[in-house]
Each structure stands twice: as structure tokens, then as C-alpha cells.
């Protein structure tokens, strides 16, 4: 499976952005899909996560309220709406795939399968 993430720019803050990950490979409606963030000097951090069905999803408390991750299997899409984006969610965003649910949701980057590169998300205050 290889990943794509897409979408991200500068925006004020309270402002939104839709962050997209493609993928390719016939597998990845098989996958659970976790979007990560690293800010400059800081460890990558667990954002959402997404089960392969999208029946299931999981935020960490710092975006719970403000983002929305789903999918679209038919295209080989994850999506992250961000809205009423902060000054502290400045950071680069990943996309990742895990074996399972459960995987994502534990927030261990090193539990993932396959990264995508970043698009990087900067809001102004």
C-alpha cells in the first residue's frame, strides 16, 4: 500500500481544511487508516483513526469536537476535516495504515504498516 497525503496549507485560526490520504494498492480497503501530526521539535503524535469499514472511529482529546475522519473505499480515500484549527495544531500531517482497528487507535507510530509523506498544516493566529 503506498499513501498520499494532500490538503494542507495556511489557514487563520478558526478556520477548517480537508486533509486527503489516496492510496494504491488493491488492499487497502483492508487496512485501518490513522492520520499523525509532528510539530517542529516535538515527538509524532496520534491525530484519528478510522476502521477499514469506517464504521469506527477514534480521536485523541486534543481535536475530539473539531475533526472528522472518514472514508470513501470506492476511491481509496481517507479524509481529516479539520475545523476551528488552533495555532497548536501547526504541524506536518501523516497518513498511515495498520493491520488492525486497534493497532491505529494505540497511537504507536511504530505499530504502523506504511506512511505516506506529510502535508504540512499552518495556522496563524
Known amino acids: 500500500v503506498q499513501l498520499q497525503a494532500s490538503g494542507g496549507g495556511l489557514v487563520q485560526a478558526g478556520g477548517s481544511l480537508r486533509l486527503s490520504c489516496a492510496a494504491s494498492?488493491?488492499?487497502?480497503?483492508?487496512?485501518?487508516i490513522g492520520w499523525f501530526r509532528q510539530a517542529p521539535g516535538k515527538e509524532r503524535e496520534f491525530v484519528a483513526a478510522v476502521s477499514w469499514s469506517g464504521s469506527s472511529t477514534y480521536y485523541a482529546d486534543s481535536v475530539k469536537g473539531r475533526f472528522t475522519i472518514s472514508r470513501d473505499n470506492a476511491k481509496n480515500t481517507v479524509y481529516l476535516q479539520m475545523n476551528s484549527l488552533k495555532p497548536e495544531d501547526t504541524a506536518v500531517y501523516y497518513c498511515?495504515?495498520?493491520?488492525?482497528?486497534?493497532?491505529?487507535?494505540?497511537?504507536?507510530?511504530?505499530?504502523?504498516?506504511?506512511w505516506g509523506k506529510g502535508t504540512q498544516v499552518t495556522v496563524s493566529s
Open positions: 498511515a495504515a495498520g493491520q488492525s482497528f486497534g493497532t491505529v487507535v494505540a497511537g504507536n507510530p511504530y505499530g504502523m504498516d506504511y
Open positions: 494498492g488493491r488492499t487497502f480497503s483492508t487496512y485501518a
